[in-house]
């Protein structure tokens, strides 16, 4: 096999696998049921063809036999006259018509049974493509719902593929929600425990803000230390019974 028909075989496959994936089963059953039919209309048409040519040659044949029965009895009558020179002739002309009713008698045999070989070919035509229908229809009726099938089934493929991200992302979700819960409840926790001021709280955490909370951590302890300095004063100087009447209070009137 030559470079030229393995590219021709090539070619071909590739432009039958490419039919096969455009072309319609069914489309393809009706084309050519409807090419059968048109073959069984050609043959019914050359039918009425033979037959209408028997038709016309019966037809020619009757008007030969009339003539001949015609002059038959001219034959007769000139006998009876008489005359049998015109009687001869009259035959003779018989005889000449005979052999052309011989002529058609053949040709009309012939076409008749050239008229049955074609209804018995039209018989075996019509029933095979009857067959064939029954077929078509069928074989399209199984394409049609394995197609269906083929279709419901890339459906739920796609819905099974949807649900399937629809699965993750919810789960995802889910794990945030559960990530921001959590979050939410260690800061609870952490407020709870005095350890997140007024500043953690509002979401301050650089290092200008850890400064600031030792700068005024160290302000209040000197504040308590000057305090409690200036408590111990006033008990050198006043004794201990100045600490009761401050926390006491001044007395009342009534009393």
């Known amino acids: ?19 096969d994936k455009v072309e319609d089963p069914g489309q393809v059953m009706d084309y050519s049921y409807g090419k059968q039919l048109e073959q069984l209309q050609q043959l019914r048409r050359s039918i009425a063809d033979v037959v209408t040519q028997e038709k016309r040659l019966e037809m020619q044949q009757g008007q030969l036999q009339e003539k001949s029965t015609k002059l038959d009895s001219q034959a007769r009558q000139a006998l009876q006259a008489n005359r049998e020179d015109l009687a ?3 035959l003779q002309r018989k005889e000449a018509l005979t052999q052309q009713l ?10 008749h049974a050239q008229e049955e070989k074609l209804l018995g070919m039209e018989r075996n035509v ?17 394409y049609n719902a394995a197609q269906a099938q083929v279709k419901i089934n890339e459906t739920v493929s796609g819905i099974s593929e949807e649900m399937t991200e629809m699965n993750l992302a919810m789960q995802r979700t889910q794990d945030k929600v559960l990530n921001m819960q959590a979050r939410a409840n260690a800061m609870d926790s952490l407020i709870e425990q005095g350890a997140l001021g007024e500043q953690g709280l509002l979401g301050a955490g650089g290092p200008e803000d850890s400064l600031e909370r030792e700068l005024q ?19 050198q100087l006043h004794g201990p ?8 209070g001044p007395a009342t009137e009534s009393e």
Not at 102 to 111: F, G, R, W
């Open 102 to 111: 011989n002529t058609y008698e053949v040709q009309i045999s012939q076409l």
């Open 126 to 142: 019509s029933a095979r493509i009857e067959a064939f229908r029954t077929q078509k229809e069928m074989v399209k009726a199984q």
């Open 88 to 90: 001869r002739m009259a």
């Open 241 to 248: 019974d100045y600490s009761l009447k401050e926390i006491e």
């Open 217 to 235: 951590q160290i302000a209040s302890q000197q504040d308590v230390d000057s305090q409690l300095h200036a408590m111990k004063q006033q008990l």
């Open 1 to 19: 096999m030559g470079l030229f028909s393995r590219l021709a075989n090539l070619l071909n496959i590739k432009a039958n696998a490419a039919m």
